[in-house]
């Protein structure tokens, strides 16, 4: 599995949109790229994930850079329940689903 | 709610105990994965169950030990607990084994503290 840059921290006002950075320039082309979000002491929570065309769902949306090396999450109108850290991971399709590679995140903080 | 539970949710032993940790997978799941949550790092897999067999390992001791029964819920037993096992384990479950539309649905976790 590749691995993964992500800001340590990020900081955003509420009602504004949060772009989330992720730097995945060692991931292979059966990889996806995942985004999970971990509130605190809660357990993670599926965001979303893509392979190479960019994807929306009611939580967020994601962009894949053409040549795949990085990716940007982004919440459209971020909330202070957004607050958490969040998880980029690339994963194989031959990667057995639950097994789940997480770096450090990043945190980010939702002011109002 | 992912519909995903363990039992318990804070949990205290001594150094040198086993612990049981357990986890009840979401319904119509069949695979189950165990994680370690260290304070300020991200989850750490631990290890897999697909169908009752352990499907993949992390880096971890043979002390780290687990279970899955017919109805697919699980469970996690550390043995001669050290103060470094003090963690939140957090369980997931997914449907399947391989990679498709199943994403894993992580429960509440337990605080484990070893003292």
């Known amino acids: 599995d590749a691995k993964t840059t992500q800001p340590p921290s990020m900081d955003c006002a509420e009602g504004r949109a949060a772009n989330l950075p992720c730097n995945h320039s060692?991931?292979?082309?059966?990889?996806?790229v995942y985004w999970y979000r971990q509130i605190h002491s809660q357990g993670p929570q599926y965001i979303i994930h893509?392979?190479?065309n960019n994807e929306t769902n009611e939580m967020a949306s994601l962009i894949i850079t053409e040549d795949r090396k990085s990716s940007t999450l982004i919440l459209p109108h971020a909330t202070l329940r957004d607050t958490a850290v969040y998880y980029c991971i690339p994963r194989g399709r031959g990667s057995t689903l639950g097994r789940l590679y997480f770096g450090r995140g990043t945190q980010l903080t939702v002011w109002p | 709610e992912t519909g995903v539970t363990q039992s318990p949710t804070h949990l205290i032993k001594t150094r040198g105990q086993q612990v049981t940790l357990r986890c009840s997978s979401q319904s119509g799941h069949n695979t189950v994965s165990w994680y370690q949550q260290a304070l300020g790092q991200g989850p750490q897999f631990i290890f897999q169950y697909y169908r009752e067999e352990e499907n993949g390992r992390g880096n971890f001791p043979p002390r780290f030990s687990g279970l899955q029964f017919p109805n697919y819920s699980s469970e996690l037993n550390v043995n001669a607990l050290e103060l470094d096992d003090s963690a939140l384990y957090l369980c997931?479950?997914?449907?399947?084994?391989?990679?498709?539309?199943?994403?894993?649905?992580f429960g509440q976790g337990t605080r484990l503290t070893v003292v």
């Open positions: 893509g392979l190479k």
């Open positions: 997931a479950s997914s449907l399947g084994e391989r990679l498709g539309k199943s994403e894993a649905f």
């Open positions: 060692t991931i292979s082309g059966n990889e996806y």
